[in-house]
């Protein structure tokens, strides 16, 4: 988990609000991801950035934003929009992407529950 | 479609004894292939890669995998398995086209050792 921070470690949402989950890496890596995990189900990808300013989309993005004006920065907001937002949310890191091999690094991750 | 498969949801195996945690792979191309492991509640941390070369690759904690291109499989593999080995085992592929930088997780494998 070094080098890479999530807060908080718990996050309760109540319906309707909006929640936002930090992510930071310390590691000078251009590339960071959002994953969510769900029991039974591995981890999905819901978006990712290769370089400030830049984000894509991944495979479970509907209901989530992104933003990425720091390097060291990749915040997750989860949105009303999202009907079933109880999940364990990881954040990853790694170098640039086609470097060559590249490994993600893991925060700890944010566990949100709705009330 | 491109995806990851561990076959078992669990491996059981005493302690001194040798694992062994499959995997098999559907993916275009020669991809990357990663191994991960999380505790409980944690991030996933990483154990080994393969990207080229010799198909037996060596990790963290005494653990290794076996890259088979014909049968498409990285098996993870331990010669003596501690309790403290006793966690959930993650399988993933990078897709190397598209330059994303993209994992696709398996199902996840839990592994418990028992004294």
């Known amino acids: 988990d070094g080098g890479i921070t999530q807060s908080p470690k718990y996050l309760f949402r109540k319906e309707g609000q909006n929640v936002t989950l930090s992510c930071e890496q310390n590691?000078?890596?251009?590339?960071m991801y959002w994953y969510r995990q769900d029991p039974g189900q591995g981890l999905r990808l819901i978006y990712y950035s290769q370089i400030v300013n830049d984000f894509q989309k991944g495979d479970i993005a509907e209901g989530y934003s992104v933003s990425r004006e720091k390097k060291e920065s990749f915040p997750l907001t989860v949105t009303s929009a999202q009907k079933n937002p109880t999940a364990f949310y990881l954040c990853?890191?790694?170098?640039?992407?086609?470097?060559?091999?590249?490994?993600?690094?893991f925060g700890p991750g944010t566990r949100l529950l709705v009330l | 479609a491109q995806s990851v498969a561990q076959p078992e949801d669990q491996v059981n195996v005493a302690e001194g004894n040798p694992l062994t945690v499959k995997c098999t792979y559907s993916?275009?191309?020669?991809?990357?292939l990663f191994w991960y492991v999380q505790y409980p509640n944690r991030g996933l941390q990483f154990l080994l890669k393969y990207i080229t070369g010799d198909n037996l690759v060596k990790g963290s904690y005494g653990f290794e995998a076996e890259f088979n291109k014909s049968q498409t499989s990285f098996h993870l593999k331990k010669p003596s398995a501690l309790v403290s080995d006793s966690a959930l085992y993650f399988c993933a592929v990078r897709l190397l086209s598209g330059n994303t930088g993209k994992l696709i997780f398996g199902q996840g494998t839990t592994l418990q050792v028992k004294p």
């Open positions: 590691l000078n890596h251009d590339a």
């Open positions: 993916v275009s191309g020669n991809p990357y």
């Open positions: 990853a890191s790694s170098k640039r992407v086609g470097t060559g091999g590249e490994t993600q690094y």
